[in-house]
């Protein structure tokens, strides 16, 4: 039925009881458990700690009922009730006063949107027709403006290539009187030169001969 | 609570050395044994279990050897590292048979574990801890014949158990 016999199991347990813990380990785990309990005393208990509850709960109560006396002994007489209402109303006034200028202008504003946005349409078709006549007439001006600007300037440049034209011709043409002029005399010059060589000569022949 | 403490100071001093090994028997382990046995003296000292008990050292062993088992339960696989298991009459101290020995100390603590409390503990106080039947008895609140007829039924069930366990590894 079984692979362990009685008397295996009885040896078995035999071993088992004559396993010993070292003197050592026995004492550490005697000091360490007199160590936990020392402690422990200084640690309330779950027990300790309930019952610690209700004295807590019974001390708060009271602490609450202390302040609640103090706080209604130390309260200040009763209040002018006149002098509160008018305090109480000016202040309700001050407060409310921005309160509804603020609303009243939002109404007004919603007022005027409301109003306005049925005629945005045809204003914006107008605007439209009015800004782009306003374009037409500003371009075709713009465009007479600029061809007469053109035109002007040109009629100046061709005026002034003109005048530049006849002072060149003056200077050539003087130029040419200065030349002529230079020319004449040097003729002159070498004729008379010729002249008085063909005299010299002429005389040389006649002593000769 | 003071007198509480100086009661279990009191139980240290008598049973403390007795608690921690059987405590290192049921685990195996003296590291574990210290952290049980501080469990056992922290649980000892919240529970009402002990001003009832008429016999407070029985109690103190039988609450060391549910909190050594329940451990067990919890680390079934955990190794054997106790350094200090006496040398075994056998010749061969081979590494490979000490690990056997240790192997079968561990099937043993294991198969103890699947025992109602109550043959457990007979168990435990008649061979681990080589107590007599009368003694048991007496703080068992039974009669010697009854705790004899435990330990016996006790250890055909044990036998049982190791042997289905055999039967399953041999599979």
């Excluded at chain 1, 001390?59 to 009763?78: C, D, H, K, N, T």
């Excluded at chain 1, 005027?112 to 439209?128: C, F, G, V, Y």
Aim: charged residues 30%; glycine residues 4%.
């Amino acid at each position: 039925m079984s692979n362990v016999d009685d008397n295996q199991l009885h040896d078995r347990l035999e071993r088992l009881s004559k396993i010993d813990p070292t003197k050592a380990a026995s004492d550490r785990a005697a000091k360490r458990v007199r160590d936990t309990l020392m402690n422990d005393e200084a640690i309330p208990s779950p027990g300790r700690r309930l019952l610690l509850i209700p004295k807590l709960a019974a001390a708060a109560v009271l602490l609450i009922g202390v302040a609640f006396l103090a706080g209604r002994l130390s309260a200040p007489e009763s209040v002018d009730v006149e002098v509160l209402q008018a305090n109480l109303e000016n202040s309700l006034k001050s407060s409310l006063e921005t309160t509804i200028r603020q609303e009243l202008l939002d109404e007004m504003e919603n007022r005027l949107q409301s109003a306005l946005a049925a005629e945005r349409n045809t204003l914006k078709q107008e605007l439209r027709q009015q800004v782009a006549h306003d374009l037409d007439v500003f371009a075709e001006k713009t465009l007479t403006a600029v061809g007469n600007m053109t035109d002007q300037r040109f009629m100046e440049f061709a005026r002034m290539v003109e005048a530049a034209r006849i002072k060149d011709r003056q200077r050539v043409a003087a130029a040419f009187e200065y030349m002529g002029s230079r020319f004449g005399d040097g003729l002159v010059t070498l004729a008379a030169q010729t002249n008085k060589r063909q005299g010299t000569n002429h005389n040389i022949g006649v002593e000769t001969n | 609570m003071k007198n509480r403490h100086k009661e279990l100071l009191g139980l240290l001093d008598t049973s403390g050395a007795e608690l921690f090994a059987l405590l290192t028997r049921l685990t195996l382990r003296e590291d574990i044994a210290e952290e049980l046995m501080q469990d056992l003296f922290i649980k000892l000292s919240h529970s009402k279990g002990l001003d009832k008990a008429t016999n407070r050292r029985a109690y103190a062993r039988k609450a060391a050897i549910n909190l050594a088992f329940d451990w067990r339960r919890s680390h079934r696989r955990a190794a054997l590292r106790l350094q200090r298991v006496r040398r075994q009459a056998s010749n061969d101290d081979s590494p490979l048979t000490q690990m056997m020995h240790s192997e079968e100390l561990r099937e043993t603590l294991d198969a103890l574990a699947q025992l109602k409390k109550a043959s457990r503990e007979a168990l435990v106080m008649r061979y681990i801890q080589q107590e007599s039947y009368d003694h048991i008895a007496e703080q068992m609140g039974k009669t010697s014949h009854q705790v004899r007829a435990m330990c016996s039924r006790a250890v055909q069930h044990l036998r049982r158990i190791v042997g289905s366990n055999h039967r399953h590894h041999n599979i």
